[in-house]
């Protein structure tokens, strides 16, 4: 059982809360775990069984596909308050596909079963509704993401997920290969790399092992 | 009001006909009207206001996504049967990306008005349910597409989509443009030119103006 605290902050982020009955109330309370991922450490994939429904508390996900040649686009990212029905997908007929999740940080959450979830969206259709409205939100984040893959110029992309990260960091200093880059806004690391010599010839970044230095952030933002 | 027979089949194909009470039957009923598009009209788009829901009698209508500088990727096509929600996404706060839909072929629907639907998704909460549920239907087809379109070798993209054409006109001859064709796979008429003519080179089909002429099918099944 969570702790009364807990127990609040899981019930503000449940919208469907006020419209279970006690008894569904008590299955909820009684299936519901804190569980902790170590940074980098892989939370669902296409193999793993089917998790149940998280609830993030800190942290962060990163949700992503995987070609068969080992390439990752990254579809979304969840962080703090976020919830992910994705993990819970093999009880909800209408998702054919299969997506992989990773801890990004060190990750705390709340882990309602799958037997549990299963049972309650089954018996009540607000759960059920809240699922489906939650994968629609997710949806929408994920049209997002393609138009930027398959519409934005790469330099604007680039642009936008430098800024992005020295805004997370508070930091001109971005601590990512260009493998990891390029993972992250599902591009290939030889354009990656050819887009980052662009930007250090046109005196925007200074380059070292592992390490972006962005020294001109105005005419970074000129190319958004 | 809908002849005795089309009530029958938008019934059942609304899968939250059994749950409205008779006054939300009557609403339904009420706002219910056939509709036609002809080939190659536009039906919906990002600036054109919200259509409502249609329900797709005959033909065919084709969802896709449009750049700044005209580039379209097909998301996926709905026919006979098949429900679109996406028309009436104004009203359901989790979408928040724009498609286009047009009729691929003269089409025959049934639209279910706006303000109809507004109306039964804000009281009944199966109808909203139903709505997302479509929605996340459609999610599923999206992230197909997408894989298709980030992760498959182009050749067995291609090989995919002439079989296809094949099959659902069932004949050998396929009445496209390769700038119909890049359309229709998210990619770009040079890039379908040159893949065209790798195909040709290897004996699976002959080109003229507009027409491709498939010669051995069982070569191009090897690609898949």
Redesign the interface.
């Known amino acids: 059982m969570l702790e009364k605290e807990e127990l609040t902050f899981v019930e503000s982020r449940l919208s469907f809360w006020g419209k279970l009955s006690d008894a569904e109330k008590n299955i909820l309370e009684n299936n519901i775990s804190k569980v902790t991922y170590s940074k980098g450490s892989n939370i669902h994939s296409a193999d793993s069984k089917c998790l149940g429904v998280l609830l993030v508390q800190h942290g962060a996900l990163r949700v992503y ?1 995987l ?3 080992g ?1 990752e ?1 990254t579809l979304y990212r969840l962080s703090s308050g976020d919830i992910c029905v994705l993990s819970a997908s093999c009880i ?1 007929n ?4 299969d997506v992989h999740i990773d801890a990004e940080d060190d990750t705390e959450a709340f882990l309602l079963n799958i037997s549990a979830f299963s049972k309650l969206s089954n018996q009540n ?2 759960v ?2 809240f699922s ?9 984040d ?3 993401a ?2 930027q ?3 934005m110029r790469f330099d604007k992309r680039l642009a936008i997920f430098l800024l992005d990260e020295m805004a997370k960091t508070n930091s001109s200093k971005i601590s990512l290969t260009q493998e990891q880059i390029a993972k992250y806004i ?1 591009s290939a690391r030889e354009v990656v790399s050819r887009m980052l010599k662009i930007f250090q010839s046109q005196g925007i970044l200074e380059q070292s092992r592992g390490l972006i230095h962005v020294i001109d952030k105005e005419k970074l933002k000129e190319l958004l």
Chains 1, 2 share one sequence.
Request: hydrophobic residues 45%; glycine residues 4%; without cysteine.
């Open positions: 596909i070609s068969e040649d390439r686009v909800l209408s998702i054919t596909f259709v607000y059920e509704n489906y409205k939650n994968t629609v939100e997710r949806f929408s994920v049209m997002w393609m138009e893959i398959l519409f599902g």
